[in-house]
């Protein structure tokens, strides 16, 4: 047996005294739709600085092309809403937390639109569609399917109009700074060039998801699940890292990265059929193609196991053309590029890796255990998706628990951190004279491995397996001093990836997007619980 893994506080030596150094008020990592709406939320009343690990445009909601779920019509109610939040949840959700989120929405869209938001209009309208999970029409979206897009250019272009806030692009934050009380007092990254130390009076992580710690994904190459890893290093509880949501309709042509099919066409009537040109969700659910997403991967799953496939299609030759390149223009334009022509082909899909619904636990302010540390977007478990999350309530999430966390950042500020004295923080790693792997490969053999065992469906002897194999990697690549963000994401990955494999295995029993093939039916006696991991 692997000898027990000395557990490191940071993965890279630091010495607070000779690094540059920066300070703020409120530092936002992350610049997705959390971070940047927290930015806004935040620079009402203070210093705000924004990191994100590429350009403002690397992230998932930038890739996002569903919509964003909230009560725009008088058809409609919050109660609606928040009765189909909780039923995709699985029993999980705290309905606290769902109402509190479903009946900001209208509120949040509205300022999004005197934003400059360009949402698809009909008569001075928002106009709406209908996901699969929802009750009724509630989706709003832009420009057809790049509501993701235009939501983030809206907040990058106020971001930017922002004097006291400061965009940091190309900065990789590798780990939170603690002082001896165990409060975050602000980052240490790396800006291409040299470490950078940033203090902070507080920190909102807004890092978003994992996707990347699979081999099939929908997410970006910066979703590698870093804040989670620098998170749980500082002593943060993480909550539900078990539950992983695949969405189930990702363009599958194989030496092609996948690429997101938005559930809204199956909203508007596409149709899911197997190599045999078969339909065949009735056969697993009423609801056909509109069950909820997790029920949807696997009978896509299962029906490439009944016929020995590597994808099953959607079936859209029943719309109009035209109609479609106009409704949707991105999916129509990467249909086009490889030579599908959507009024006669069938669109070859597959599940992917999504998003995750775990996370750092918060509370009702986005406040995390460690003083001074907030957390919203993807990267946060709210409570507000349970075990499953309902499809386009992610960047309302994204929205809701931003401005909340950039309030809250802001008013718990008693000086200004000019006057703050900065603790002298020295940590230094001994040198490890074990066989270096190349991190590269590991990354490359962890994403699959994931895939294989900790993937759409789970059962005990592939977990085991999964995590003696990650217990491995980890020996020869966490004892190493990395000085490129190649090597500080393969150990956040490994960390991570472990977490998750053991949070998968305690839940024995199935429940919303975690299936266990050993445990098919849900456990509310010993599992109608959240499994909480703190280091």
Same mark, same amino acid.
């Given at each position: 047996?692997?000898?027990?893994?000395?557990?490191?506080?940071?993965?890279?030596?630091?010495?607070?005294?000779?690094?540059?150094?920066?300070?703020?008020?409120?530092?936002?990592?992350g610049?997705?739709?959390?971070?940047?709406?927290?930015?806004?939320?935040?620079?009402?009343t203070?210093?705000?600085?924004?990191?994100?690990?590429?350009?403002?445009?690397d992230?998932?909601?930038?890739?996002?092309?569903?919509?964003?779920?909230?009560?725009?019509?008088?058809?409609?109610?919050?109660?609606?809403?928040?009765?189909?939040t909780?039923?995709?949840?699985?029993?999980?959700?705290d309905?606290?937390?769902?109402?509190?989120?479903?009946?900001?929405?209208?509120?949040?869209?509205?300022?999004l639109?005197?934003?400059?938001?360009?949402?698809d209009?009909v008569?001075?309208?928002?106009?709406t569609?209908?996901?699969?999970g929802?009750?009724?029409?509630?989706?709003?979206?832009a420009?057809?399917?790049?509501?993701?897009?235009i939501?983030?250019?809206?907040?990058?272009?106020?971001?930017?109009q922002?004097?006291?806030?400061?965009?940091?692009e190309?900065?990789?934050?590798?780990?939170?700074?603690?002082?001896?009380?165990?409060?975050?007092?602000?980052?240490?990254?790396?800006?291409?060039?040299?470490?950078?130390?940033?203090?902070?009076?507080?920190?909102?992580?807004?890092?978003?998801?994992?996707? #990347?710690?699979?081999?099939?994904?929908t997410?970006p190459?910066?979703a590698?699940?870093?804040?989670?890893?620098?998170?749980?290093?500082?002593?943060?509880?993480?909550r539900?890292m078990e539950?992983?949501?695949?969405?189930?309709t990702?363009l599958?042509?194989?030496?092609?990265?996948r690429?997101?099919i938005?559930?809204?066409?199956?909203?508007e009537?596409?149709?899911l059929?197997?190599?045999?040109?078969?339909?065949?969700?009735?056969?697993?659910?009423q609801?056909?193609?509109l069950?909820?997403?997790?029920?949807?991967?696997?009978?896509?799953?299962?029906?490439?196991?009944?016929?020995?496939?590597t994808?099953?299609?959607?079936?859209?030759?029943?719309?109009?053309?035209?109609?479609?390149?106009?409704?949707?223009?991105?999916?129509?334009?990467?249909?086009?590029?490889?030579?599908?022509?959507?009024?006669?082909?069938l669109?070859?899909?597959?599940?992917?890796?999504?998003?995750?619904?775990?996370?750092?636990?918060?509370?009702?302010?986005? #406040?995390?255990?460690?003083?001074?540390?907030?957390?919203?977007?993807?990267?946060?478990?709210?409570?507000?998706?349970?075990?499953? #999350?309902?499809?386009?309530?992610?960047?309302?999430?994204?929205?809701?628990?931003?401005?909340?966390?950039?309030?809250?950042?802001?008013?718990?500020?008693?000086?200004?951190?000019?006057?703050?004295?900065?603790?002298?923080?020295?940590?230094?790693?001994?040198h490890?004279?074990?066989?270096?792997?190349?991190?590269?490969?590991?990354?490359?053999?962890?994403r699959?491995?994931?895939?294989?065992?900790?993937?759409?469906?789970?059962?005990?002897?592939?977990?085991?397996?999964?995590?003696?194999?990650?217990?491995?990697?980890?020996?020869?690549?966490?004892?190493?001093i990395?000085?490129?963000?190649?090597?500080?994401?393969?150990?956040?990955?490994?960390?991570?990836?472990?977490?998750?494999?053991?949070?998968?295995?305690?839940?024995?029993?199935?429940?919303?997007?975690h299936?266990?093939?050993?445990?098919?039916?849900?456990?509310?006696?010993?599992?109608?619980?959240?499994?909480?991991?703190?280091?």
């Open positions: 047996m692997a000898e027990q893994l000395e557990f490191r506080r940071y993965l890279v030596n630091v010495d607070s005294i000779s690094t540059q150094q920066l300070s703020t008020d409120c530092l936002v990592i610049a997705g739709v959390a971070g940047l709406r927290a930015a806004i939320e935040a620079a009402k203070r210093n705000v600085i924004v990191i994100c690990k590429r350009s403002l445009q992230s998932n909601t930038w890739l996002a092309q569903g919509g964003i779920a909230s009560v725009l019509d008088k058809t409609d109610s919050f109660e609606m809403h928040i009765a189909d909780l039923k995709t949840g699985c029993g999980l959700n309905e606290t937390v769902v109402e509190l989120v479903v009946r900001q929405g209208p509120e949040l869209i509205d300022q639109l005197d934003w400059g938001t360009e949402f209009m008569d001075g309208r928002i106009t569609t209908l996901e699969a929802h009750t009724h029409s509630r989706v709003a979206h420009h057809g399917d790049e509501t993701g897009r939501v983030a250019e809206a907040l990058i272009k106020t971001v930017r922002i004097q006291n806030i400061k965009i940091v190309n900065f990789y934050v590798i780990d939170l700074l603690t002082n001896d009380r165990n409060e975050c007092v602000g980052i240490i990254g790396h800006d291409g060039r040299a470490p950078q130390i940033i203090w902070a009076a507080n920190t909102i992580l807004a890092t978003g998801g994992t996707g #990347r710690l699979y081999r099939e994904t997410n190459e910066v590698t699940a870093d804040g989670i890893a620098m998170a749980y290093r500082a002593g943060v509880v993480l539900d539950f992983i949501q695949f969405h189930p990702t599958y042509v194989a030496g092609a990265s690429a997101l938005t559930e809204t066409i199956r909203g009537g596409a149709l059929v197997d190599s045999k040109g078969r339909r065949f969700m009735k056969d697993y659910h609801a056909a193609e069950a909820p997403r997790d029920i949807v991967s696997r009978a896509i799953l299962s029906q490439m196991l009944k016929t020995k496939s994808h099953v299609y959607l079936d859209l030759r029943h719309f109009d053309k035209d109609h479609f390149a106009r409704r949707f223009p991105l999916i129509s334009e990467l249909c086009t590029s490889f030579d599908i022509d959507i009024s006669r082909d669109i070859p899909v597959r599940p992917s890796a999504h998003y995750m619904i775990g996370g750092l636990k918060t509370d009702n302010d986005a #406040r995390t255990n460690i003083e001074n540390l907030y957390a919203c977007g993807e990267v946060a478990s709210t409570g507000l998706h349970g075990a499953n #999350r309902l499809g386009s309530n992610s960047l309302l999430e994204g929205l809701v628990f931003g401005r909340t966390a950039g309030r809250f950042a802001s008013k718990q500020i008693r000086t200004r951190t000019s006057h703050i004295r900065h603790p002298v923080i020295k940590y230094q790693i001994p490890s004279g074990r066989t270096r792997l190349d991190a590269a490969d590991v990354t490359n053999s962890l699959a491995l994931m895939w294989r065992n900790v993937g759409i469906t789970r059962r005990e002897q592939p977990l085991d397996e999964a995590q003696e194999i990650i217990r491995f990697w980890q020996r020869y690549v966490m004892d190493k990395f000085a490129s963000p190649a090597g500080w994401e393969c150990q956040n990955m490994l960390t991570v990836c472990l977490l998750m494999a053991e949070a998968a295995q305690k839940r024995k029993e199935s429940r919303g997007v299936f266990r093939s050993d445990f098919p039916g849900t456990d509310d006696k010993n599992f109608k619980k959240h499994i909480e991991i703190m280091r």
